[in-house]
T-cell receptor
Framework: GDSVTQMEGPVTLSEEAFLTINCTYTATGYPSLFWYVQYPGEGLQLLLKATKADDKGSNKGFEATYRKETTSFHLEKGSVQVSDSAVYFCALQGYNFNKFYFGSGTKLNVKP | EPEVTQTPSHQVTQMGQEVILRCVPISNHLYFYWYRQILGQKVEFLVSFYNNEISEKSEIFDDQFSVERPDGSNFTLKIRSTKLEDSAMYFC??????????????FGPGTRLTVT
């Protein structure tokens, strides 16, 4: 069945460091891929998305490229800020748009 | 910006008790969902709801669980007789498939359920 695996956290970085959070997926067909972010005390917010192979989703300096050959959708940011501290979830929406498959989340701590 | 709200933020209950988790989806959305996340594990789909009936449910969503849209704004998840393993964060979500594909789901902040 469809599933998502993402790197475990927490990830601790200094401000302005480069961020990569790995995400790989298993799915039949051509899923859509998402990154959601959860700030403390808030809901899951869509960060970016990609609907087909080689698409690049981007938002707020974050990027992720849909790689079908490696079944990956890694999240990157060139220079993190303290305000990026949050939990990041990779998710997949398959042929059944009724549900998402999520990874377990990766907590990012950015220190000044 | 419209948002999904959930109450309470934290619920503590004793094993065997009934709990109702409440959600107010975004007002013009038509699909509603519940997910849960046991500490340290993945966010798991529980159920989707459309047109006043369940459209899909997971294996987790057994007879102990039920969902309801009692009025035009609320969407509830009831657990009839809670077990220790029901302790988790429960997320409500809603979506509007009239918007462009893919159909983004909008999530609430979650209710942390602790069963003692």
């Amino acid at each position: 069945g469809d599933s998502v695996t993402q790197m475990e956290g927490p990830v601790t970085l200094s401000e302005e460091a480069f961020l990569t959070i790995n995400c790989t997926y298993t799915a039949t067909g051509y899923p859509s891929l998402f990154w959601y972010v959860q700030y403390p005390g808030e809901g899951l917010q869509l960060l970016l998305k990609a609907t087909k192979a080689d698409d690049k989703g981007s938002n707020k300096g974050f990027e992720a490229t849909y790689r079908k050959e490696t079944t990956s959708f890694h999240l990157e940011k060139g220079s993190v800020q303290v305000s990026d501290s949050a939990v990041y979830f990779c998710a997949l929406q398959g042929y059944n748009f009724n549900k998402f498959y999520f990874g377990s989340g990766t907590k990012l701590n950015v220190k000044p | 910006e419209p948002e999904v709200t959930q109450t309470p933020s934290h619920q503590v209950t004793q094993m065997g008790q009934e709990v109702i988790l409440r959600c107010v989806p975004i007002s013009n959305h038509l699909y509603f969902y519940w997910y849960r996340q046991i500490l340290g594990q993945k966010v798991e789909f529980l159920v989707s709801f459309y047109n006043n009936e369940i459209s899909e449910k997971s294996e987790i969503f057994d007879d102990q669980f039920s969902v309801e849209r009692p009025d035009g704004s609320n969407f509830t998840l009831k657990i009839r007789s809670t077990k220790l393993e029901d302790s988790a964060m429960y997320f409500c979500a809603s979506s509007d498939p009239s918007l462009a594909f893919p159909y983004e789901q909008y999530f609430g902040p979650g209710t942390r359920l602790t069963v003692t």
